[in-house]
């Protein structure tokens, strides 16, 4: 089994920073990528940040020169500060890891979700 849970969550005045983590555990062969999303209410969710083993990312445009995305492979671990936060940056925001299992393939196992508050 794999377990995926996220923490540092919270309510932030606008400008503010928060800085999430995420730590993957269990039966863990190759973790190929860890991404956080976010669910806003009446919402879809949407792809906030990814960051692969070799340490490339990718960002949603609404959050390029605000987020970083940073992982401690060692630690199987993905960490997402949030600078300079909005009203619209308010959310769920989920953990997922997409993990290689020999003779399985890809799964993409996600975690419970961390709520971001960020007040005007």
């Known amino acids: 089994q794999v377990q995926v849970v996220e923490s540092g969550g919270g309510l932030v005045q606008a400008g503010g920073s928060l800085r999430l983590s995420c730590a993957a555990s269990?039966?863990?062969?190759?973790?190929?990528?860890m991404d956080w999303y976010r669910q806003a209410p009446e919402k879809e969710r949407e792809l906030v940040a990814g960051?692969?083993?070799?340490?490339?990312?990718n960002y949603a445009n609404s959050v390029k020169g605000r987020f970083t995305i940073s992982r401690d492979n060692g630690k199987n671990t993905v960490y997402l500060q949030m600078n300079s936060l909005k009203p619209e940056d308010t959310a769920v925001y989920y953990c997922s890891a997409d993990l290689f299992r020999p003779g399985v393939g890809n799964l993409r196992y996600w975690g419970q979700g961390t709520q971001v508050t960020v007040s005007s």
């Open positions: 269990g039966s863990i062969f190759r973790i190929v990528t």
């Open positions: 960051i692969t083993s070799g340490g490339s990312t």
